[in-house]
């Protein structure tokens, strides 16, 4: 199958300043619809790299949709069109023959363009630092069954852990938010009891170090969990909105 | 030569004898103490946020941009640990026993004894620290039978398992970082180890933004940089994962232990076309319900619904009627190859064969099949385009997991002093098979609770030595060593791209080191390698510089340390005249097609040392068993 990819490509060495960058059209005429979308991309670059010009820069890894790598803003949605799935989960077969395809990086001024499609998400473990975690060394545990927890209770937790960290939730957001990643990691521990000691002040720190990192507010439009590719509930953001309330109490 | 510093006293008392007896260092002397750790998985993360907790002052490099993208991240079965909670018979012992039979008596017993003597403690320390496992309704916590055991002692988070326990211990990792315990260093990669006066002192990496090279020094230094199923360049490995780190360190003298043993996996999903970056594995688990099949007429192109029933052959449970579809991995790897070769195979490319729910559905209905395997059934929809519930699924192995690795002793030390091994990258527990639910377990136990007990002995000794050794000349030597190969690699006026090197090294390994084995394979393999080698120092084709972030750069050196370890591994399967575990040599077998164990000759570890290019030195450790008594394993 034949499509038409704009790209946009960005230079490492002005990756400062995000003006400099430009869309570049390639044509790709001998794609097969069960190649990966990132597979297509890999082609291309093959292409590129034969014909003495630089490939095109992006983040991958694990290819099955865990590792939170991958991360491309397709035709104007992070991640492409398909529901609950990450970049690197595409397949052409979900493009028609001759169809034109936009790719750009995360656009976040929290996340600066590195080069071409690969943005600096580090600030994402500054969050996690701030408060994303329950503070207990090694070796003082107790028995693992001493504590029942209700099986509902580990299972909501369970849902909002399995945030990958890839940052669409930003992306998507107008204001450039954070609040999707922080509501998953703050409800997943809130709705823990290992993790209540810390609970009053996680909320308050960690939604400040998304504040000073240079996210924006979050107002309600829930493109977050639209675009969400592990489908993290909004209702996360409900709890970490009243968590943060309790801190100040 | 080697010695594996095992405690002289029974096998039941060696750890905790163990601990009782090793050196200590106090709190104010640990934080004059610098330790450097190479990858950030469930090992690497573990090690550096325990060590950090201790006292130690820590350094933490990935390549990838974030500590939590390692690729334990991905694995989804779960995490075996000795507790009984389901009251079925477990102990310490037959979790132990069921490791070294697993392995096929390939493994070292002392380690074995730890890892399941730990196992239970793994899991108490991540529900502290707020791992959302599996549950009932009572609030217990949950267990599954995995791989064929006949107790329940795995412990899951959904299919996701490898994802919360790592971010368990990448939470742990971050905490430390904002205590000022760990610098964290991610983009990064290590392309060298620095020694003075023979011992690990630092490394050499590279920032991968910048392209800048960098040296750094430390007391000891851990490699906790997982398995190298890339070597194979299709696997269920992340696109990142790498040797370079061991390798280097191999090729300054620390022994690679056992690089043959190879899991690979019966059920993934089959290539679809020359394209293909990567494979995905679908769990085990469907072969619970599953019936895997072939049609019995060769050349049958008809659609599989087009085949009916007296026409299909049921290999498996024909050939294995006791376990049926549930036979060992290897073994029902092995038999998907044969009847493949044998031309039976399914679909375009002809390397597959069905996994067929239609008797499941219809016993169970819809309902239950899709709480079971909804999400797998999904994501096999997803990649495929077809639908299992209507469709039998395509199956084929592909490479999942290295049992090989760095050569290390009983405190994770290789022979090279100061320089430890962690996790999937040294060798120890796993033999010439892998347990399912073993690798998370052997992960964190390496690194939440094995090093932080075992480096002190070595560190103790160290209190005095000067952290200002970076200018030491050995750096210096090191860092010219790096530029060199990368100006090397960089001026080659090439025209082909890393990749189709990549591809064609994965082509060989998997023709003759992979699900069988036999000596003129293996020699040819070894030929067609050496050729590769010098083909690729020749004409590999890389574009842009040194001196900036370069994707194809840094997999360029991956890809010209996978050509020699590539090598090493026909050379270790060659020496290996047996058939074991997954190490399968056509020449060794018994009368009925099953693998032939030679327990006198080779009942030993091949810790191979590096010599020169091509050219390798074999140091066995020989393996005694005090507890487990040798037996062969049947499944007819």
Known sequence: MKLTLRIWRQSAVQAKDQRVGKFVTYSLNDLSPDMSFLEMIDHLNQSLILAGEEPVAFDHDCREGICGSCAMYINGRPHGADQGSTTCQLYLRSYRNGDTITIEPWRSNAFPVIKDLMVDRSAFDRIIQAGGYVSVNTGNAVDANSMPIAKQQADAAFAAAMCIGCGACVAACKNSSAMLFVAAKVSHLALLPQGQPERQQRAVKMVMQMDKEGFGSCSNTASCAAVCPKEISLSTISQLNHEYLQGFK | ?636
């Open chain 2, 1 to 636: 030569m080697l010695n594996s510093k095992i405690p002289a006293v029974p096998l039941a008392e060696q750890w905790h004898t163990y601990q009782e007896t090793t050196r200590l260092i106090s709190p104010a002397n640990k934080r004059r103490l610098e330790i450097i750790v190479i990858g950030t998985g469930l090992a690497g993360a573990s090690a550096a946020a325990t060590l950090a907790e201790q006292g130690y002052q820590i350094k933490a490099f990935c390549f990838q941009d974030s500590p939590r993208r390692a690729h334990s991240i991905a694995a989804q079965g779960g995490i075996n640990a000795a507790k009984n909670y389901q009251n079925d018979g477990d102990s310490i012992q037959r979790l132990f026993f069921d490791t070294i039979k697993g392995g096929d008596y390939r493994s070292r017993e002392a380690n074995v004894y730890r890892l399941a003597t730990i196992s239970s403690k793994i899991i108490d320390h991540c529900v502290a620290q707020g791992v959302p496992f599996a549950r009932e309704y009572g609030g217990m916590l949950s267990n599954r039978s995995f791989g064929g055991t006949q107790v329940q002692r795995t412990f899951y988070a959904a299919g996701q398992t490898g994802q919360q326990l790592l971010l368990g211990a990448y939470q742990a990792l971050e905490r430390q970082v904002a205590l000022g315990k760990i610098t964290m260093y991610p983009r990064h990669e290590m392309l060298e180890i620095v020694q003075v006066d023979g011992e690990a002192r630092g490394i050499i990496a590279r920032n991968l933004v910048t392209g800048e090279l960098e040296r750094h020094a430390a007391h000891a230094v851990l490699l906790c940089s997982g398995g190298y199923s890339n070597v194979f360049y299709l696997s269920t490995n992340a696109m990142g994962s790498n040797v370079s780190a061991t390798w280097k360190a191999h090729k300054q003298g620390a022994l690679f232990a056992n690089p043959c043993f190879t899991q690979i996996h019966p059920t993934c999903i089959p290539v679809a076309g020359e394209y293909q970056s990567k494979l995905t594995l679908m769990s085990e688990s469907l072969r619970n319900d599953g019936r895997v099949w072939v049609p019995k007429a060769l050349g049958d192109s008809r659609p599989a619904n087009g085949i009916p029933e007296a026409e299909r052959d049921y290999f498996l449970e024909r050939r294995y009627p006791a376990y049926g579809n549930l036979v060992p991995r290897d073994i029902a790897s092995r038999a998907v190859k044969e009847v493949c070769d044998a031309g039976y195979g399914v679909g375009s490319s002809q390397r597959a064969v069905y996994l067929d729910y239609a008797d499941a559905l219809q016993k169970h209905g819809r309902e239950v099949l899709a709480n079971k395997y909804g999400n797998l059934f999904a994501m096999y929809t997803q990649i495929t385009g077809e639908d299992p519930y209507t469709v039998p699924m395509r199956i084929y192995p592909a490479v999942h997991y290295t049992m090989g690795g760095l050569w290390v002793d009983y405190e994770l030390m290789t022979t090279i002093p100061g320089l430890y091994c962690l996790g999937e990258a040294n060798f120890s527990e796993h033999g010439a098979n892998r347990l399912g639910a073993s690798a998370l377990m052997q992960g964190l136990a390496d690194g939440y609770f094995v090093i932080p007990a075992t480096i002190s002995n070595y560190l103790s000794k160290h209190i005095g030595s000067s952290q200002a050794i970076i200018d030491h000349p050995a750096f210096a030597q090191a860092e010219t060593v790096v530029k060199d190969r990368l100006d090397q690699l960089i001026q080659i006026p090439g025209s082909q791209t890393v990749t189709s090197f990549h591809q064609r090294l994965g082509k060989i390994m998997w023709a003759h080191c992979g699900i069988v084995r036999n000596a003129d394979g293996l020699k040819t393999a070894i030929q067609q390698l050496q050729d590769l080698q010098a083909e690729f120092w020749q004409d590999v084709k890389i574009p842009g510089t040194v001196q900036s972030l370069n994707p194809e750069l840094d997999n360029a050196q991956r890809v010209a340390d996978f050509l020699e370890l590539g090598e090493l591994m026909c050379v270790d399967a060659l020496h290996r005249q047996e058939s074991c575990g997954c190490h399968f040599r056509t020449e060794f077998q018994t009368d009925q097609g099953e693998a032939q164990r030679r327990d006198a000759e080779y009942a030993h570890v091949a810790a191979w040392e590096y010599q020169q290019d091509h050219q390798w030195q074999c140091h066995p450790e020989a393996l005694t068993f005090e507890l487990a008594k040798f037996s062969q394993r049947s499944y007819k």
